[in-house]
């Protein structure tokens, strides 16, 4: 089956405290590739990163940094030094080729950060 | 990268009706995708808009009641068609541009349906 798990269906945080939404994914394929959006209350939804299955290398960015482990199947997503715009619905999602170039989305983590 | 936009970007619509959304990039791209999201939901899969055939419906979906054209590699269209109320949702529009293996998003067209 493929499948993108975010077990994690809110989350509340006081500003300045680190936060990592959780992700775990399934695909039979060998190919794929995960991401993670963000939806503001506004509803657009922005690109924040995309990893494909060979590259495991954990990246950091600002205040964002990501760990891909494939022996656990996981894409989990920190942020440091939370601020009240972090406030969003983030969503992380997989993208594969079997049966069809499709992506599926998790359910989404919203995540308050409270001044 | 790929620029999309969507219109109508809401609509308030009777029941019965239909409502066709449309879907512009900016450059032409591998492949466009329908998704709709219920409130407070994730995002579903609708179909797959295929350039000059059609769409690949994701179970649940059916043309009858969501047809989509995709005349060129630019543009589409979404139509809900004999609307409900459990249609109210946001409905966007995707594209992925193969070469740098990135999935854009339109901002979305906002239907309630009354």
């Known amino acids: 089956a493929q499948k993108v798990t975010q077990a994690q269906t809110e989350i509340s945080v006081v500003e300045k405290e680190d936060v990592t939404l959780d992700c775990v994914y399934e695909?039979?394929?060998?190919?794929?590739?995960l991401f993670w959006y963000k939806q503001p209350p506004s509803g657009e939804l922005v690109f924040l990163i995309r990893?494909?299955?060979?590259?495991?290398q954990n990246e950091i960015s600002g205040r964002y940094s990501w760990n891909f482990q494939k022996s656990t199947s996981s894409f989990n997503f920190t942020i440091t030094a939370s601020q009240v715009v972090d406030s969003a619905v983030y969503f992380c999602?997989?993208?594969?080729?079997?049966?069809?170039?499709?992506?599926?989305f998790g359910a989404g983590t919203r995540l308050f950060v409270k001044a | 990268s790929a620029v999309i936009s969507q219109k109508p970007s809401r609509d308030i619509c009777q029941r019965g009706t239909s409502l066709t959304i449309q879907c512009q990039v900016d450059?032409?791209?591998?492949?466009m995708f329908w998704y709709r999201q219920q409130p407070g939901q994730s995002l579903t899969l609708i179909a797959t808009?295929?350039?000059?055939?059609?769409?690949?419906?994701e179970s649940g979906f059916v043309i009858d009641k969501f047809p989509i054209s995709r005349p060129n590699l630019t543009f589409s269209t979404l139509t809900v068609s004999n609307m409900s109320p459990e249609d109210s949702s946001i409905y966007l529009c995707?594209?992925?541009?193969?070469?740098?293996?990135?999935?854009?998003f339109g901002p979305g067209t906002r239907l309630t349906v009354t």
């Open positions: 995707s594209a992925w541009t193969g070469g740098s293996y990135e999935q854009y």
């Open positions: 695909t039979r394929d060998t190919t794929y590739y």
């Open positions: 999602a997989l993208t594969f080729n079997t049966g069809g170039f499709k992506t599926i």
């Open positions: 990893r494909n299955s060979f590259d495991e």
């Open positions: 808009a295929n350039q000059g055939s059609e769409a690949t419906y």
């Open positions: 450059s032409q791209v591998t492949m």
